[in-house]
């Protein structure tokens, strides 16, 4: 058990449609951050949230946002959902001045139709 | 851009056959590379971070390597429940403590039969 738990498990949407994922991180780690993992490859990095703030994004659209709460949880928004963004979403903890190692949720299957 | 693979794709073993998964990669300035195991419709599961090229790390039947273009991830005498996706990613060196970016390659699905 990493200490780190997301909601909902699964999720279907229609293409349109907004999203909203939740995590809650491991205590004492202030730093969070989000991946997409389709089917069959590995997680892409969304972007990482440090002390409530955005400060790292990978290859996605800003219609891909987030937030991040003093009490550990975090939430990843996506408006105008398309087909191509079905897909695994995993969260992952740490806290910045340790290891570097990032502990993964058990992720959000989202399923748009 | 940072980049990984890995190798091979699938990997089929018998019960007991010991063999090993690569990943290689690409990187502006290594500040780690880690192992995960991934079951399906799950999470990523830790195993491994391994900081600087000669390095090693083992864990029950696992043991992960380091140079300064691949890692391996060594299985000995493998068990069916071994059967997992197993994923190495990279950690760019960016300058600060908070930045942490995990570049992941595709992935290694082991099947270990009976």
């Known amino acids: 058990e990493t200490g780190v738990t997301q909601s909902p498990t699964h999720l279907i949407k229609t293409r349109g449609q907004q999203v909203t994922l939740r995590c809650s991180s491991q205590s004492g780690h202030n730093t969070v951050s989000w991946y997409q993992q389709a089917l069959g490859q590995g997680p892409q990095f969304i972007f990482q949230y440090y002390r409530e703030e955005e400060n790292g994004r990978g290859n996605f659209p800003p219609r891909f946002s987030g937030l991040q709460f003093p009490n550990y949880s975090s939430e990843l928004n996506v408006n105008a959902l398309e087909l191509d963004d079905s897909a695994l979403y995993l969260c992952?903890?740490?806290?910045?001045?340790?290891?570097?190692?990032?502990?993964f949720g058990p992720g959000t299957r989202l399923t748009v139709l | 851009e940072d980049q990984v693979t890995q190798s091979p794709e699938a990997l089929r073993l018998q019960e007991g056959e010991s063999s090993s998964l690569n990943c290689s990669y690409t990187v502006s300035g290594l500040r780690g590379l880690f192992w995960y195991r991934q079951d399906p419709g799950k999470g990523p599961e830790f195993l491994f971070t391994?900081?600087?090229a000669g390095e090693e790390k083992e864990k029950e039947r696992l043991k992960a390597t380091l140079t300064k273009k691949e890692s391996f991830l060594h299985i000995t005498a493998p068990k069916p429940e071994d059967s997992a996706t197993y994923l190495c990613a990279v950690q760019a060196n960016a300058g600060g403590t908070s930045y942490g970016k995990l570049t992941f390659g595709q992935g290694t699905i082991l099947t270990v039969h009976p």
């Open positions: 391994l900081y600087s």
């Open positions: 992952a903890s740490r806290w910045d001045r340790g290891t570097d190692t990032q502990y």
